[in-house]
């Protein structure tokens, strides 16, 4: 077998959390940690399929298993793998061992974060919004002094699209930062079929494009260097230099996967809780009539995105997300027509 490039796997090292957001991918979990077997064969297998790897650590909340995460880099390193790391997470549990880690390690970070108000669907066990805020605000700010950037990633819902402006106004105060992505809710695991949390499609627009007007000014105020990027916005700035129609999905590219605790290979966290979407494990390999049935179901949930014209500057929607049968058009239909728009209507810096 002729190896890839690269792969992206994906390690939901735990169930555990110390959050319980509305629309957690997960739904119910036993809070079960990924054995050291399970971390292995995923690693193996993430090995055969590719000359370097991406290993992304996600949960639950993957800062309750730290020593989980060291034997990955433990097995990695004995591997003498090409790698490199991420980790995914709500951030309510940086310690400051788990920074020096991060420090140690060189890992990408990504925080999780839907809002500092009221109205949030993240909430910590006792529904304590301002705990919640106060320890995220803490983090952040901890981060700053040790001079680790993050990613920001927002879920956006029916509660807070409208104030996505004051997400990112509180943001830009903070040196922490790099970017926001903006990610409209998948319908499933606790939100499967609650159609009520989908973001309004014309709100959902309207906030970008203001969004995006704000993020210019910021960016005249602030320079480049200290101006967050806007993930989507990058993402259609790519696609129209060099676009390949769903690139970033792992499951038509063969790019990468998600493993849960119990050694199940998924195409993504967000599909991992649909046996209709199961393509294998760890210990016995994919299965590829598995596989090509996934495929037919993307093709024909897909549909609309092949048959547009546009796909070959968008690159294509995301199926976990179109899974909930909203009829009109799909956000990332919203994301691109927006981007393009503002090239046209002077926003030279952030198009830049």
């Given amino acids: 077998m002729n190896k890839r490039d690269s792969y992206f796997l994906v390690l939901g090292i735990t169930q555990e959390c110390n959050l319980n957001c509305a629309y957690c991918y997960m739904g119910k979990r036993e809070n079960k940690r990924m054995p050291d077997e399970v ?45 490199i790391l991420s980790l995914q997470t709500n951030a309510m549990s940086l310690s400051d061992e788990i920074i020096e880690f991060i420090k140690t390690n060189r890992i990408g970070l990504g925080i999780s974060c839907d809002g500092f108000f009221e109205g949030s669907a993240m909430r910590d066990s006792k529904k304590n919004f301002k705990s919640y805020s106060k320890k995220l605000l803490h983090t952040l700010m901890k981060l700053s002094e040790h001079g680790i950037k993050t990613g920001i990633t927002c879920v956006v819902t029916a509660s807070n699209v409208k104030r996505l402006n004051e997400l990112f106004d509180f943001l830009s105060t903070l040196n922490s930062v790099a970017s926001l992505h903006l990610s409209p809710v998948r319908l499933v695991g606790k939100a499967k079929n609650k159609t009520e949390m989908l973001p309004d499609p014309l709100e959902y627009e309207s906030q970008l494009h203001k969004l995006l007007f704000k993020a ?52 993504c966290p967000s599909l991992s809780t649909d046996t209709d979407y199961l393509l ?20 024909d949930k897909m549909k609309r995105c092949y048959d547009c014209h546009n796909l070959d500057q968008c690159s294509g929607g995301c199926f976990a997300r179109e899974l909930n049968d909203r009829q009109g058009e799909f956000y990332k239909c919203l994301e691109f027509r927006v981007a393009n728009k503002v090239t046209s209507e002077g926003f030279v810096n952030v198009c830049c």
């Fill in 216 to 267: 210019e000014q910021y960016f005249r105020w602030k320079n480049a260097e200290n101006s967050i990027r806007l993930r989507f916005l990058e993402a259609v700035k790519k696609n129209a230099v060099n676009s390949v129609p769903f690139k970033d999905c792992h499951l038509i590219n063969d790019s990468g996967c998600f493993v849960n605790v119990y050694g199940e290979i998924y195409p």
């Fill in 39 to 83: 971390i292995k064969k995923g690693i193996d297998y993430a090995l055969f399929k590719a000359h370097f790897v991406h290993v992304q650590f996600t949960g639950g909340e993957p800062s309750l298993y730290l020593n989980g995460m060291r034997r990955t880099v433990d097995y990695l390193e004995k591997k003498e793998a090409r790698y």
């Fill in 280 to 299: 294998g494990n760890v210990f016995i390999g994919i299965d590829e009539k598995r596989v090509l049935k996934v495929k037919e179901l993307f093709k």
